[in-house]
């Protein structure tokens, strides 16, 4: 069986590979982000964590702040050296600049997805706080079962608050084949029509970082500035620094 890896320009997977996608602006992409996807990585036995910068954002209408070559630039470098992590142009812009939809990208991955392929989505729990505003919201866990990350002592009826209309939470007893023990919590979403699809969580994940608060220090005066580092990968922090990024 020979392995493919996969590449910017498309995804090829060896049989039965589990692959996490994990989309978002990455604008820019931190250490919040890797936190977040080693945890996963590690609990699911992912083989590969796809990390996907967006291309139109159709919650943000005004944009991204840093280009998507940029992006995707500073992304790369976010995870040189990591095996288990790849850039995926999935998410890339749209003919037309038509807005990206997960539930589209999704669906096309998953088709590509060889015998045996398992594909999960990735998110932190302020991503699945607006997952209701998607679009097909209540179709995004069928077609990949998601995997969330959450704040600790973040109580699940927090999570099912911000369920899409139509869907319900489930918990999977222990010991189950969906339950995956350890560092992760296993549950079930139900839809109307009564199918089921796994829900992960990934509990007590300390990872206080945001894009947004880092693009503020940014502009702001040069010790600020010294602290959004801190947050940011060094070969991320160089290219801001060397493209002018946010200022």
């Not at 060896?14 to 982000?33: C, T």
């Not at 007590?204 to 502009?219: N, Q």
Request: glycine share 10%; aromatic share 8%; net charge neutral.
């Amino acid at each position: 069986m020979r392995e493919h890896q996969p590449t910017e320009r498309s995804e090829a997977f060896y049989e039965g590979s589990r692959v996490a996608f994990f989309g978002g602006s990455f604008d820019p992409p931190h250490l919040g982000h890797l936190a977040v996807a080693r945890a996963a990585r590690a609990a699911l036995q992912l083989d590969t964590v796809l990390f996907a910068p967006v291309g139109a954002q159709p919650l943000k209408p005004q944009g991204s702040a840093a280009s998507f070559e940029d992006r995707v630039a500073m992304t790369r470098l976010a995870i040189a050296g990591d095996p288990g992590f790849a850039v995926s142009l999935a998410d890339a812009p749209r003919p037309g600049f038509a807005p990206n939809y997960t539930i589209d990208t999704l669906l096309a991955l998953r088709a590509g997805l060889p015998p045996g392929g398992a594909l999960f989505c990735l998110m932190g729990a302020d991503t699945f706080a607006g997952l209701r505003r998607w679009h097909r919201a209540a179709e995004v866990p069928f077609a990949a079962p998601l995997i969330v990350a959450s704040r600790p002592g973040q109580p699940l009826d927090g999570l099912m608050e911000a369920l899409p209309e139509g869907l319900s939470m489930e918990a999977v007893p222990q010991g189950s084949p969906a339950d995956q023990g350890g560092s992760v919590r296993a549950c079930s979403l139900v839809n109307c029509p009564g199918d089921r699809t796994p829900f992960y969580l990934l509990p007590g994940l300390h990872v206080e970082i945001s894009a947004s608060g880092i693009r503020t220090l940014l502009c702001a005066a040069r010790q600020d500035a010294a602290t959004a580092r801190d947050w940011l990968p060094e070969s991320v922090w160089e290219i801001i620094r060397s493209r002018g990024l946010y200022r």
